[in-house]
């Protein structure tokens, strides 16, 4: 199946802004992540077809896949 994966802030640093992915049927969130080489304690919001998704959510082909960042402030 292909998912599109947008990656926002420094989780494009040395990645992509946007790509399409080939993955296995029934991939979750969480396996991208990982596959990107992205440790999820870093991860702040992830959204899945512009709505909020947890780690654990299963992916089908056409998904479109937003990954942000952890944001830190004062």
Do not use: W, Y
Request: a positive charge; aromatic letters at 6%.
């Amino acid at each position: 199946m292909q998912v599109k994966v947008k990656l926002f802030a420094g989780f494009r640093d040395g990645r992509f802004k946007e790509r399409l992915l080939e993955l296995e049927d029934g991939s979750s969130v969480r396996a991208v992540v990982k596959s990107l080489g992205i440790n999820q304690e870093d991860v702040g919001v992830t959204m899945l077809n512009s709505r909020h998704c947890s780690l654990d959510s299963r992916l089908r082909d056409g998904d479109i896949l937003a990954i942000f960042p952890v944001i830190g402030g004062g």
